[in-house]
């Protein structure tokens, strides 16, 4: 799907519609909404009301009780969810959140105010579970649930990536992505879901992976990063597979095994445990940490979580270290221990290279493999030559999830500043909890819905753009393997000439491994730059940074950190 030109696309109107909202029905317009979810997957799932639809189609074919199953759905949503009755209704409608939405800023579409969003859903509930509501209806903002309504809402919350941003912003703590995650459940409740979520999870649930791939192709793909890590270093790595009595698990996003650019963030994780001599093993089974569950329902988010723990248990390790993703933190962090734990067969996550005890994953057993990594430098246990990055210009994409969901904010930037001499943070409102969306996240990825995808990026594309004028970015990094398949194209699109990593691709690319041979490329083959004295000594610009160190990991002892062992 090809979209307009950029200059088109900048052409944004923010005036609204000469009709109010709920008189102005939804258009389905080509390029601004995913393809819905395939009968086939949705039976794989067990997921009411398979069938063939499509949103252009006047007739959904829903069922006939319909709407008392989006109501009772609601209803009981709210007796199990005490956020979801506050969320509808301590709303004041202050408009704090209105303008802090990538769609709405990209879009100039009223109803992707996270606001007005929001109230797609709570016109729905006045109507129905309010006396004010019943009696008053339009005067206090309720209406009634009909088809009309329910194809804005199928527009419009599969045009939100469930990213949280506007949240930072509310003064009661509104999240209008939890409002989204409800009103997608209820969607589902009819078989209403978009494909790229759909076939993914049911692929998932099959094989054990969103890319639907075999044991033996997961472990062809593994072999190929140990043979290309073998080309540029002459190293060779044997990394285990589905091993019992292994010390540690490890379980990364499909994304990195399978696709570029994130099989080069897969080759520095193999390097980094080859490094330090970690006891690990990879999982078939579990070999998946995205959770594409989380865009559908708790329920589907919880059959796929599950995985993690039983493996863990079925091998016997001791703790889990995860790869860089997004949701999959958000659901790791926030639901996997009450969901699918406790996990009290693991034991609480203790570095065996550091002794640091990661504190701060005691009930989950699973550390971010930037805390790992942090922590690894902070005790100067790692061999590093930065200058190999010395090409890269490198600024970082705060992901939405382990930046809100789990604030993660520090460990990447610290791990980037020893591993890199040229690092530039983007604008303050644009970073750490303040960051924007790719515009891709929560299923929304699909090249059919590349327009929307592409203005919802337009906000981070913008502050990438700033640091490529001012100070010659050439590199965008990110912890999340959905960044690293949607930034691309976004930065093609709005930022020529700016590439994306993830940081440890960039840690790989430093790493000096014992007997490595002298390295003449970089993990994509690119030729390393220069050696200091052949060529310009301060190399494509000047860090915004002082002295590799600053705030480290989030446990461990607060020591200076090396850049060698
Ligand atoms: S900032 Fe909060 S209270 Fe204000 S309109 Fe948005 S959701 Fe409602
Ligand atoms: S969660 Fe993100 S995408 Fe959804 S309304 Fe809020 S800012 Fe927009």
């Known amino acids: 799907m090809s979209a307009p030109k950029p200059q088109e696309l900048l052409k944004i109107s923010h005036r609204p519609p000469r009709t109010g909202w709920m008189d102005t029905p939804v258009q389905f317009r080509r390029g601004t909404w995913c393809y819905p979810g395939k009968a086939r997957s949705l039976e794989v799932l067990d997921l009411p009301f398979p069938r063939q639809w499509s949103p252009e189609d006047d007739d959904w074919k829903l069922p006939p009780n319909w709407k008392e199953i989006v109501l009772e759905g609601l209803r009981e949503r709210l007796h199990r969810f005490r956020s979801l009755q506050i969320f509808m209704d301590a709303c004041v409608r202050c408009g704090a959140c209105a303008d802090k939405c990538h769609f709405f800023i990209g879009s100039g579409d009223p109803k992707n105010m996270p606001v007005l969003r929001a109230e797609l859903l709570r016109s729905v509930y006045r109507r129905e579970f309010t006396a004010a509501g019943k009696l008053l209806g339009r005067m206090v903002g309720a209406r009634d649930l009909d088809e009309r309504v329910l194809k804005e809402w199928f527009y419009y919350f599969f045009q939100c990536t469930e990213c949280r941003r506007c949240s930072v912003f509310c003064p009661f703590g509104i999240d209008t992505a939890e409002i989204t995650i409800i009103a997608r459940e209820l969607l589902n409740l009819l078989g209403l879901n978009v494909d790229w979520i759909a076939t993914p999870i049911a692929n998932c649930y099959r094989t054990g992976n969103h890319l639907g791939l075999l044991p033996h192709a997961f472990k062809d793909m593994v072999d190929f990063c140990v043979e290309e890590i073998q080309n540029v270093t002459g190293v060779g790595i044997e990394p285990t597979f589905n091993r019992k009595g292994a010390e540690i698990l490890f379980v990364a996003p499909s994304g990195d095994v399978f696709a570029d650019p994130g099989i080069y963030t897969f080759m520095g994780y193999l390097m980094l445990f080859h490094a330090i001599g970690l006891d690990y093993t990879l999982s078939t089974y579990a070999s998946e940490g995205g959770n594409f569950g989380l865009f559908t329902s708790h329920e589907v988010m919880k059959r796929l979580n599950a995985k993690i723990y039983a493996e863990a248990k079925r091998l016997g390790v001791k703790w889990i270290i995860g790869g860089e993703c997004g949701h999959m933190w958000r659901v790791l962090h926030q639901y996997m221990d009450t969901m699918n734990g406790p996990a009290d067969f693991l034991e609480e996550p203790v570095s065996p290279i550091t002794g640091t005890r990661f504190e701060n994953a005691r009930s989950t057993r699973m550390v971010h493999i930037c805390e790992f990594t942090a922590d690894l430098m902070k005790h100067g246990r790692l061999n590093l030559d930065p200058s190999r990055n010395d090409h890269l210009v490198v600024t970082f994409h705060d992901s939405c999830n382990p930046s809100r969901a789990m604030g993660l904010l520090d460990e990447p930037r610290y791990i980037i500043r020893n591993v890199c001499r040229h690092f530039f943070d983007m ?113 494509p610009g000047v860090s915004d940074l002082d002295e590799p160190g600053g705030p480290g990991p989030r446990s461990g002892p607060n020591t200076a950190p090396g850049r060698e062992a």
């Open 427 to 539: 604008p303050e409102n644009t970073i750490r909890e303040y960051t924007f969306c790719c515009g891709s996240g929560a299923g929304l990825g699909p090249d059919e819905n590349l327009e929307m995808r592409l203005r919802g990026g337009l906000p981070r594309a913008n502050a990438v753009k700033y640091v490529h004028e001012k100070y010659g970015v050439n590199t965008l990094a990110c912890i999340c393997a959905i960044d690293r398949a949607a930034l691309p194209p976004l930065m093609d699109y709005w930022v020529p000439g700016v590439g994306v990593t993830g940081v440890h691709e960039l840690v790989g690319n430093a790493l000096i491994l014992p007997d490595e041979d002298e390295r003449t490329t970089d993990l994509r083959g690119n030729p390393l730059p220069q050696p200091a004295g052949t060529g310009d000594p301060s190399g």
